[in-house]
């Protein structure tokens, strides 16, 4: 794992982050869920959101651009700040994509002025020559934010928004990569619980039954 102390600190121990949504930009939104019906966020401070970030930079395909760009992240307040309020304009855009209704105007703003920080450029690598990838005018958090603003603009434009899914048993939103493209629940864990819960409902209403001699 890379470490992304810009104080040379040993980064904090990385907590359970379920990376499930199949989206980069949807794994943010998951950082708060419901757990046992309370809900729960995984970014309560800095700490936590720079290891969710080690964790995002070794796991996922946006890694890559993750890495490059953490080097002038500042590890501060107003970044925490910042990825806290563009979570919610993305649970917003994409709670919009998978009920089938019009993206809010607010939330697609916030999501324009982070990409409009970022520019394509093409760079040279001994390894693979010339490459195109990104950089960002704002180099205190840009390298956070472009990098899921990215994910998530590709997820509205290359995606299938009909895969775009809210999990009805924690609230997390995930992209349906399954060849059926039926999945329901985002993880086995969520869609044991809910089987568990309807196992226990259906017995209780044959006992009530049974006990009314109906
Ligand atoms: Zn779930």
Redesign the pocket.
Known sequence: MMPLSTQGEPSPPAPFVPLRGNNLALDLVNTEHLHRRKSRDLLQDVAQLQAWWNVVCVERPEGELARELAGSVQWNEPLWEQVREFRWALRDLFTAVATGTPLPSPALIQLNNVLANGYPVLQWRPEQGVISTYQTRDEAQGGILLPIALAAARLLQEGEHTRVRA?P??I?LFYDTSKSGTRK???ER?MGRARSREYYQATKRAHLAEARGT
Request: proline share 0%; hydrophobic share 10%; aromatic share 12%.
């Open positions: 999990c048993n924690c997390g629940w985002c993880s969520c």
